[in-house]
């Protein structure tokens, strides 16, 4: 799947809105392109496939700044 606006395949799922619902009654999530930010609908199973990813994502930079701040903290203060 690519953007229908730039070509694409980076794109990540986008907040929901009122005016989404009758989407999601056909089984269309909401998406948001990473490169030019346009939004447009996608099936329910790819976009539950980048929820998953994306919290992936945001647990590996989560583990990421941790390391980063431990090995900060280490360096400052050291015993």
Do not use: W
């Not at 998953?52 to 203060?77: G, I, M, P």
């Amino acid at each position: 799947m690519n953007c229908p606006y730039c070509g694409t395949p980076k794109f990540r799922t986008s907040r929901l809105r009122f005016a989404d619902i009758p989407r999601l009654a056909l089984l269309q999530f909401p998406v948001r392109c990473r490169l030019c930010r346009e939004r447009f609908s996608v099936g329910i199973s790819l976009a539950l496939h980048l929820l998953q990813a994306q919290r992936v994502r945001e647990d590996e930079e989560a583990a990421l700044r941790r390391e980063k701040y431990k090995s900060k903290d280490q360096t400052e203060h050291p015993v």
